[in-house]
Nanobody
Framework: QVQLVESGGGLVQAGGSLRLSCAAS????????MGWYRQAPGKQRELVAI???????NYADSVKGRFTISRDNAKNTVYLQMNSLKREDTGVYFC????????????WGQGTQVTVSS
């Protein structure tokens, strides 16, 4: 059994900051790519940022320069530091991890709400 548990969402004013965390637990052999996705009301889920186990990162153009993804491999945890938040960053943020157990497959967290007010 594997669980991804997110935390750190909430309500923030435009221009503010939030830090999301996602911890993976359970029977895990290794974790490859970890990432954050978001889904705004009425829209499809979209990639925000991903990070490999070697530390390489990739960001959506809309968050480059404002968001920073990082991970602590020893804790099986990925973080998303979000600065200069905009109203359009509002949505449910989901953690994703490619986890090696009996085979390699993606796992999702339950999501955490981020609301940016003007």
């Amino acid at each position: 059994q594997v669980q991804l548990v997110e935390s750190g969402g909430g309500l923030v004013q435009a221009g503010g900051s939030l830090r999301l965390s996602c911890a993976a637990s359970g029977s895990i052999f290794s974790i490859n790519v970890m990432g954050w996705y978001r889904q705004a009301p009425g829209k499809q889920r979209e990639l925000v940022a991903i990070i490999t186990n070697g530390g390489s990162t990739n960001y959506a153009d809309s968050v480059k320069g404002r968001f920073t993804i990082s991970r602590d491999n020893a804790k099986n945890t990925v973080y998303l530091q979000m600065n200069s938040l905009k109203r359009e960053d509002t949505g449910v943020y989901f953690c994703n991890a490619e986890i090696q157990r009996l085979g390699l497959r993606p796992y999702w967290g339950q999501g955490t709400q981020v609301t940016v007010s003007s």
